[in-house]
């Protein structure tokens, strides 16, 4: 895995710890549509087909989650 998907992929570990410690699904949905822009910033020079692409978060899978560790 390239350094650029290793350190994104810690940047999107933090920023799901964060998104546990919301209160509300508005700012849930906010900071993922964050992390998405970051994750889609970072691999604008990539090709679509790199080996490395990190997938975008599913807002509702986030959602999902979050309601359930609450």
């Known amino acids: 895995m390239s350094d650029v998907a290793n ?3 810690t940047e999107i570990r933090k920023g ?7 209160e509300c699904e508005e700012a849930v949905r906010i900071r993922v ?3 998405n822009s970051l994750i889609a910033r970072r691999q604008m020079p990539l ?4 080996v490395n692409r ?3 978060l599913e807002p509702e899978d986030v959602l999902k989650a979050w309601r359930e560790r609450r």
Do not use: T
């Open 33 to 35: 549509f964050s992390i």
């Open 7 to 9: 350190d994104l992929r």
């Open 16 to 22: 799901l710890e964060a998104i546990w410690k919301l």
């Open 47 to 50: 090709p679509p087909g790199a």
């Open 54 to 56: 990190v997938p975008l």
